[in-house]
């Protein structure tokens, strides 16, 4: 296991295999235009299994598949068996909008999928069509059925809470996932890359969820006892009536100290942070012949050099607003969210 200057160990991978998405919500992708990496530059599943391998032999044991949209990416299930077939991995996850994970499903468990995260910030389909300008809200109810017929179990419905648009529905979709079987998780709306309407006010905070749950559940929501030690993101409560949610309070109760956490772009980019600047370009080592150790070296120096922190330094950001303003993210698509995966 490697360490980061923070003493961090690195032992999860996300891995975004595509920069392309079906949906635009707009705390991702608010743009009408975007610039894509080029289709010659995306890793091949042969790449991307060889580097899950080296990552591995490093300590990392959890992967997780996300984008843009990753049933976009076709044949994933080839993908998700060689991963799968691999030694030492504790989870292989996938993040999805749903909108296309009804067909898919089954073969995806049949391939060795162990968990899916499904998106859901509605239960509204004029909601989903205007904030996200998508009409496939049937399709995501639809892949949260599927996912569930196919055997999945352990199913997370993640919902990023913004003011104003879905947060007078977070009891509806507790209720939601409830009986889907499923376990409802609020985000906080975050400043990333993409998220250039950014505003602190319409951050709904950990503290006013739990507020609202408790106003109606009749009781606060009692914190878990594994929340303790725990290296994930989201925190777990347990309603008075038993049912569990996670909020994922990264905007204003970040978790930086216990950060596992490293990504992998679809065209090879390593970064140590969802807020990092740049990312190591692993592409021209990966075909211009290096050996797994030199490219293990250098993910090894990599996070060793590790100082990242970014949600916490954000947090402190004097007159915080949107990360970066439009024309950075033309200049640069790795900076967008839907380029580095949530
Ligand atoms: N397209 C897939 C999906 O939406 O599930 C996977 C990629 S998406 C970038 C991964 C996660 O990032 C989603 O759960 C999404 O809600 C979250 N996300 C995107 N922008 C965000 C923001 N500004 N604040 C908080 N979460 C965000
Ligand atoms: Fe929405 Fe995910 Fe697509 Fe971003 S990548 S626009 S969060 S569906
Ligand atoms: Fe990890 Fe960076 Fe997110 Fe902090 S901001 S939790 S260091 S990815």
């Known amino acids: 296991m490697i360490i980061d200057?923070?003493?961090?160990p690195l032992r999860s991978l996300r891995i975004s295999v595509t920069d392309r998405c079906n949906m635009r919500c707009r705390y991702c992708m608010p743009e009408e235009k975007y610039t894509w990496l080029p289709r010659g530059s995306i890793l091949s599943f042969e790449e991307l299994d060889r580097l899950a391998g080296i990552f591995l032999g490093l300590g990392v044991d959890k992967l997780r598949l996300t984008g843009g949209e990753p049933l976009l990416r076709a044949d994933l299930?080839?993908?998700?068996?060689?991963l799968a077939a691999r030694a030492g991995l504790q989870d292989l996850a996938l993040t999805t909008n749903g909108i296309?994970?009804?067909?898919?499903?089954?073969?995806?468990?049949?391939?060795g999928l162990r968990r899916?995260?499904?998106?859901?910030?509605?239960?509204?389909?004029?909601?989903?069509?205007?904030?996200?300008?998508?009409?496939?809200?049937?399709?995501?109810?639809?892949?949260?059925?599927?996912?569930?017929e196919a055997g999945f179990t352990g199913t997370k419905l993640n919902a990023v809470v913004i003011r104003g648009y879905n947060d007078d529905e977070l009891v509806d979709l507790v209720e939601f996932a409830r009986q889907e079987g499923a376990e409802m998780r609020f985000i906080e709306y975050m400043d990333v890359g993409g998220a250039n309407q950014w505003t602190g006010g319409a951050v709904v905070s950990r503290r006013e969820m739990l507020a609202r749950l408790a106003a109606h559940y009749g009781g606060p929501a009692?914190?878990?006892?594994?929340?303790?030690?725990?290296w994930a993101p989201a925190e777990r409560f347990r309603l008075p009536d038993g049912t569990v949610v996670g909020i994922i309070a990264s905007t204003t109760e970040p978790f930086c100290r216990t950060c596992d956490r490293a990504r992998l772009t679809a065209d090879g980019h390593f970064l140590l942070c969802l807020y990092a600047?740049?990312?190591?370009?692993?592409?021209?080592?990966?075909?211009?012949?290096a050996s797994d150790a030199?490219?293990?070296?250098?993910?090894?120096?990599?996070?060793?050099?590790?100082?990242?922190?970014g949600a916490e330094q954000r947090a402190h950001a004097p007159d915080r607003g949107a990360l970066y303003q439009l024309a950075t993210l033309r200049a640069d698509p790795r900076k967008e969210m839907h380029t580095r995966g949530g």
């Open 294 to 309: 030199e490219i293990a070296a250098l993910l090894r120096a990599a996070w060793q050099a590790r100082e990242d922190r």
């Open 116 to 148: 899916v995260t499904i998106s859901l910030d509605t239960l509204r389909p004029e909601r989903m069509l205007a904030f996200a300008r998508s009409p496939g809200h049937a399709d995501v109810l639809a892949g949260i059925r599927a996912a569930r």
């Open 77 to 82: 299930p080839v993908l998700v068996a060689r």
């Open 277 to 289: 600047d740049t990312g190591l370009d692993l592409r021209p080592p990966l075909r211009d012949g």
């Open 222 to 230: 009692e914190p878990l006892a594994d929340n303790a030690g725990s």
């Open 5 to 8: 200057r923070f003493g961090r």
């Open 100 to 111: 296309l994970l009804a067909p898919q499903a089954e073969a995806l468990r049949r391939a």
